[in-house]
């Protein structure tokens, strides 16, 4: 799913807001999360005057300062906006905003990003979906409070213009406890859309987006902060550094156990400690050449070099061809097979 290689689980850094303004803090978050190998960093643009009145009601998990205000003071120009775009791609990584109005929308056309991603409080926004879809970039659809029948609306506003869409399973729970994570409704959106799917996990371990990428998640999105004591909405909701880098690794080598299946009957890279683990049948008294082996004369021990514990049916009543000593493994050519009863 990144933009390099299809079948590699696209990370996106989501640092949203935790910049709290700063144009230092915010390049800071981008280089931290390159290093630890996001794929994408993914801010929030947004545009008070055109998102909300100045007395909508705050999150209940964030009553710090009112949201026009906030959104006001943390907002970046143009300019700074273009700097953080320069910024991601001097460092090869994606640069992600995701616009909260369709005038986010046209300030983040105007710097050139490569996706949309729609946050969840716009699933029922049909018109501000319409100019997303318009652009014919892909999209990134969350799904949070959305219903199905609102789900369903919003995926096929955005196919009607095409079909590079991803929907992303997303509890809008700051932070979600693990069991409303929801990774069957992951795995009930592939089907019923036929579509690729992710997660937008705001869970404070990495527990889940390891189960997401085993079920077959293409996305995984995860707030990202340089430290949970800053101030702002999801800092506390976020991982630091180590944490994330953690992830990555962890999802990385999850993609190498699925991209690398295992047949079962090749046993070529066993064949050395087969050897050293398995048994043979061996002598357990001195036995004479021409002797017919009975139970009491085999017994079955260390190491697997020898005829195989598994034919010790095959050589019971058979003769042998020379003496074998006590102690001794037990080799085909000890046996003669061809001897009659």
């Known amino acids: 799913m990144t933009l390099n290689n299809p079948s590699k689980t696209l990370i996106?850094?989501?640092v949203g807001s935790v910049h709290d303004g700063s144009f230092g803090i915010a390049m800071r978050l981008i280089d931290a999360a390159a290093e630890c190998g996001a794929d994408v960093v993914k801010f929030q643009t947004h545009i008070a005057s055109a998102e909300t009145l100045r007395d909508a009601p705050m999150p209940p998990y964030f009553t710090g300062e009112p949201r026009y205000e906030y959104f006001e003071r943390?907002?970046?120009?143009?300019?700074?906006?273009?700097?953080?775009?320069?910024?991601?791609?001097?460092?090869?990584?994606?640069?992600l905003s995701s616009p909260f109005s369709v005038e986010a929308v046209e300030l983040l056309e105007k710097i050139g990003v490569r996706r949309y991603k729609v946050p969840s409080g716009e699933v029922t926004n049909l018109p501000y979906l319409e100019v997303v879809a318009q652009t014919g970039k892909p999209v990134l659809l969350s799904s949070g409070m959305s219903n199905w029948a609102e789900l369903d609306a919003a995926v096929n506003t955005v196919l009607r213009h095409h079909d590079r869409l991803t929907v992303l399973e997303c509890t809008?729970?700051?932070?979600?406890?693990?069991?409303?994570?929801?990774?069957?409704?992951?795995?009930?959106?592939?089907?019923?859309?036929?579509?690729?799917?992710?997660?937008?996990?705001?869970?404070?371990?990495?527990?889940?987006?390891?189960?997401?990428?085993?079920?077959g998640a293409s996305v995984i999105e995860k707030h990202f902060t340089l430290s949970r004591h800053l101030y702002g909405s999801d800092a506390k909701h976020s991982l630091e550094p180590p944490e994330f880098a953690e992830m990555v690794r962890g999802i990385r080598t999850i993609e190498?156990?699925?991209a690398n299946p295992v047949d079962k009957d090749d046993v070529t890279r066993?064949?050395?400690?087969?050897?050293?683990?398995?048994?043979?049948?061996?002598?357990?008294?001195?036995?004479?050449?021409?002797?017919?082996?009975?139970?009491?004369m085999i017994g079955?021990?260390?190491?697997?070099?020898?005829?195989?514990?598994?034919?010790?049916?095959?050589?019971l009543g058979k003769r042998t061809s020379r003496?074998?000593?006590?102690?001794?493994?037990?080799?085909p050519t000890d046996i003669d097979w061809d001897a009659g009863e």
């Not at 907002?75 to 994606?94: N, R, S």
């Not at 079955?300 to 050589?315: D, F, N, Q, S, Y």
């Not at 003496?323 to 080799?331: C, F, G, N, Y």
């Open 74 to 95: 943390t907002a970046f120009t143009l300019e700074q906006w273009e700097a953080l775009k320069a910024h991601c791609e001097g460092l090869q990584v994606e640069f």
């Open 300 to 315: 079955i021990k260390k190491p697997g070099t020898g005829i195989r514990a598994a034919r010790l049916h095959e050589v």
């Open 12 to 14: 996106i850094a989501e």
């Open 256 to 258: 190498t156990m699925l």
């Open 172 to 215: 809008s729970e700051y932070p979600c406890p693990a069991e409303r994570v929801g990774l069957n409704v992951m795995t009930e959106m592939r089907e019923r859309y036929k579509l690729p799917v992710g997660l937008s996990d705001h869970t404070l371990t990495n527990y889940a987006a390891y189960a997401a990428v085993v079920l």
């Open 270 to 296: 066993h064949e050395g400690m087969k050897a050293i683990f398995e048994k043979s049948l061996v002598a357990v008294t001195d036995i004479p050449a021409g002797a017919r082996l009975t139970r009491e």
């Open 323 to 331: 003496r074998i000593s006590a102690e001794k493994v037990l080799m």
